[in-house]
C-alpha cells in the first residue's frame, strides 16, 4: 500500500479508528493500514460484534462496510442516528450506487468510498473523521462543565444572570425583584464568577450554550 503523499495522519493513540467489514483479509489490511499511519485500529466482522464491545472512550472513527449480513451498513447508521450517536462514519464498498451514496451522505457521512480506492482517500477521510469526534467530544465536555458551574448559582444568581442576558440595567433588576441595587451588583458579581464569565457577551454565549434565553418569535 502506497503511503507516499503530502497529507500525513498525524499519530495518536488517544483515537480510535473502528473498522467493521465481514471480509477478513479485506479488514485486516485496513487496520494494518491504519497503524502503519500511526493510529489506533480496531476490527469487527459485525455490527453486533462491535456493539456488544462497545465503542472506545475516545474520538473515533467508523469504517464501515454497507452490505455484511445481519445489520447493513446503512441501517446501523440510522440505528445511531435514533440513538442520538454522532459517530462520523465513513462507507465503503465494493458495489455502490448513486442513490446509497446520496443516502448515505445526506444522513451525514464523512465519506463513501467504493473499493479499490486509494490508501489516501481513506486517511485524509479518517482525518476528518477523527477531527469532527475530537471537537463533538470537547464541545460536549465544555457544555457539561458549563451546566455543572449553573447548577452551582443560587436561585437569586440565576435569576439575575436570565434578566442581564436579556439588556436588564441593575437598577431595573433590582425594582423588579425587590431588592436594592447594591445588592443586585453583589449577587451579580458572584454569579460571575462562579459561572466563570469574563464579560457580558462572554456571559450572553454561556446562556445561549445553555439555551437559557428566550427564542426569537418567528416573523411571519
Known amino acids: 500500500m502506497n503511503l507516499q503523499s503530502p497529507t500525513k495522519v498525524v499519530p495518536n493513540s488517544d483515537t480510535c479508528v473502528v473498522v467493521i467489514d465481514d471480509d477478513t483479509q479485506f479488514r485486516e489490511s485496513l487496520e494494518r493500514l491504519l497503524r502503519s499511519a500511526g493510529l489506533r485500529a480496531q476490527g469487527f466482522d459485525s455490527i453486533a460484534e462491535f456493539v456488544k464491545s462497545g465503542p472506545p472512550d475516545c474520538p473515533t472513527c467508523l469504517v464501515l462496510d454497507v452490505r455484511m449480513p445481519g445489520r447493513s451498513g446503512l441501517e ?11 459517530l462520523p462514519i465513513i462507507f465503503i464498498t465494493g458495489h455502490g450506487d448513486i442513490p446509497m451514496t446520496v443516502q448515505a451522505m445526506k444522513a451525514g457521512a464523512i465519506e463513501f468510498l467504493t473499493k479499490p480506492f486509494r490508501d489516501q482517500d481513506l486517511l485524509d477521510a479518517v482525518n476528518v473523521g477523527l477531527a469532527r469526534d475530537r471537537a463533538r467530544r470537547e464541545n460536549e465536555e465544555s457544555l457539561s462543565a458549563l451546566r455543572a458551574r449553573f447548577e452551582e448559582l443560587t436561585p437569586r444568581e440565576r435569576a439575575i444572570l436570565l434578566q442581564v442576558v436579556q439588556g436588564r440595567l441593575n437598577k431595573q433588576i433590582a425594582d423588579d425583584m425587590g431588592i436594592t441595587e447594591t445588592t443586585v451588583k453583589v449577587h451579580r458579581s458572584n454569579m460571575m464568577h462562579k459561572i466563570e464569565a469574563a464579560s457580558l457577551p462572554e456571559l450572553c454565549r454561556m446562556a445561549d450554550r445553555l439555551n437559557l434565553l428566550p427564542k426569537k418569535a418567528e416573523r411571519s
Open 76 to 86: 446501523f447508521q440510522r440505528d445511531l442516528a435514533a440513538a442520538g450517536s454522532a
